[in-house]
């Protein structure tokens, strides 16, 4: 059921010729927006998010695929994993899609995964939690927020029951009502988002066979446990026919898994046992001549995470040399060459990867990560700036850069990027502290001063009242009265 797994984007720079929802009404895009930040600044809070750059980028690769067929281009969206073995996939207000690991893994062909993600675009583009709230309008503002709030701490911790008994004791009698809505809700999306798949290129049969495959399932197959995606977006004999119907308007597509798929499932897979010999185990079970190349990197993976180095690096240059073309065979390769203290090697396995890909997120991430353990710090900050000037990063990413900064000698720099970070969680006050503790520093550059100067001046536009007494509280006497004119 939508409520409990939303879907999100960056509503601010929205700007759509709306004629006007009565959606609008109750919770704006903005607000849409505002509140879909907020959730995300608590799940990166809670330390649930994959920060596995390859893992990231392909998710976001497969939902842009998606969005490009299903979205006018008003509405930004941003992929991201979760580390949860439950099956389950939800969309937050604003645009901001999650994915459980245990879904990633339980999907049996990329066109299951992009089914998935496409009913979650689909959420969205239809903003679906602003018309449940609308259709619920008569409850009191008081209803309204207790409903929201239970959307919050249902999303944030992970508990759907939760955040489903809010919203039932938020509606009372207009429960049943609130039911149907969503209903309606998993149906319109279900046919949005097999249009879109069928448009961006997948096999629009991949959203009924995950659904169909989800139905099957019984308690018994899994620990007694019904899965969250059952629970959360409910799946009957009737919706999944009427998806196969809808399918069946589009021409059949064979199932072609990228190897980016594989290979973000075999990363997952390995981190999901709880040691490294145990991933190792599971992928030496099987001759190692008859493993396809995906087993063949997830068994290289599993050997990388054991300290096996030269296992792990005889297999990547074996994956390299048979296609060049796969970025992740590049990075295995430079990381366990370098580990294995060949350093020339392994620099020059990167440097080759990243004229082949320029500015590849992950393949720069993990560069940069290998220049930061050489300890390369300029050339690190050089080429993460590069980047980061150009694809918007995460706050991990930030953080990375923070430490470059910090270890080439450029404390401003380094307090600077330490601000955005603490911005990007969601923490206003923490980031006007660290540029605060920057334009403290002795060697400050005029023009540094200026930049961070107007920095704060802008962060503070967005603060409540509460914030900037906070924040009041927390500066030096001096800072306090140049800041308060």
């Known amino acids: 059921m939508l409520l409990v797994v939303t879907s999100g984007a960056d509503a601010d720079d929205i700007k759509l010729p709306d004629m006007g929802s009565p959606a ?64 389950n996939a939800f969309a937050l207000p604003g645009g901001f899609i999650g994915v459980h690991t245990g879904l990633l893994e339980a999907t049996r062909n990329e066109d299951e995964l992009a089914g998935v993600l496409a009913h979650e675009v689909a959420h969205v583009t239809q903003r679906h939690i602003a018309r449940a709230i609308h259709a619920s309008q008569r409850q009191s503002i008081m209803t309204t927020a207790i409903m929201l709030g239970a959307i919050l701490a249902g999303v944030v911790s992970g508990d759907s029951d939760a955040a489903q008994a809010g919203i039932v004791v938020a509606q009372g009698s207009a429960v049943q009502q609130q039911i149907n809505f969503t209903r309606s809700n998993e149906y319109e999306a279900d046919r949005i988002g097999i249009r879109a798949m069928g448009d961006a290129g997948f096999d629009p049969h991949g959203m009924a066979s995950f659904f169909e495959v989800m139905s099957r399932q019984s308690p018994a197959d899994l620990d007694m446990r019904l899965p969250e995606f059952l629970r959360t ?3 009957t004999t009737q919706r999944i026919a009427e998806a196969r119907n809808r399918a069946r308007s589009y021409p059949r597509r064979p199932s072609n898994d990228s190897v980016n798929y594989g290979i973000a499932r075999a990363r997952m ?97 993990h560069y940069g990560e290998g220049l930061l353990q050489l300890g390369q710090a300029d050339k690190a900050h050089r080429i993460l700036l590069d980047l980061m000037n150009n694809v918007p990063p995460t706050p991990e990413q930030v953080r990375l850069i923070a430490r470059a900064a910090n ?36 060697e400050l550059q005029e023009i540094q001063r200026i930049r961070f100067e107007a920095r704060i001046d802008f962060i503070r536009e967005y603060m409540s009242e509460e914030q900037l007494k906070q924040l009041q509280r927390s500066q030096p006497a001096g800072a306090s009265a140049r800041n308060s004119g």
């Not at 995906?294 to 994956?319: M, S, V, W």
């Not at 080439?408 to 330490?418: H, K, P, S, V």
Request: hydrophobic residues 40%; proline residues 3%.
């Open 269 to 365: 897979k390995v981190e999901s046992f709880d040691s490294a010999d145990g991933a190792v185990a599971y992928f030496e079970s099987r001759d190692y001549e008859q493993q396809n190349d995906i087993e063949k990197y997830g068994r290289a993976f599993a050997y990388q995470r054991a300290g096996r180095y030269r296992d792990a690096n005889r297999i990547f240059e074996e994956l390299l040399e048979r296609n060049q073309k796969v970025i992740a065979y590049h990075i295995g390769a430079g990381e366990t060459l370098l580990a294995l203290e060949q350093r020339d090697r392994g620099l020059a396995t990167f440097e080759r990867a990243v004229s082949l890909f320029p500015r590849n997120v992950p393949l720069v991430i």
């Open 24 to 87: 609008d009404a109750v919770l704006s895009k903005s607000d849409e927006a505002r509140l879909g930040r907020a959730i995300m600044a608590q799940i990166r809070l809670s330390g649930t998010v994959v920060e596995d750059p390859l893992v990231t980028e392909y998710i976001n690769e497969v939902g842009s695929r998606i969005v490009a067929h299903a979205n006018d281009g008003t509405q930004s969206f941003k992929f991201f994993v979760i580390d949860d073995p439950n099956i």
């Open 233 to 235: 977006h409910p799946v």
């Open 407 to 442: 270890e080439a000698g450029d404390t401003a720099e380094a307090l600077y990027y330490l601000s955005e970070y603490h911005l990007m969680t969601g923490n206003l006050v923490g980031g006007i502290s660290f540029l605060q503790r920057a334009l403290a520093l002795p």
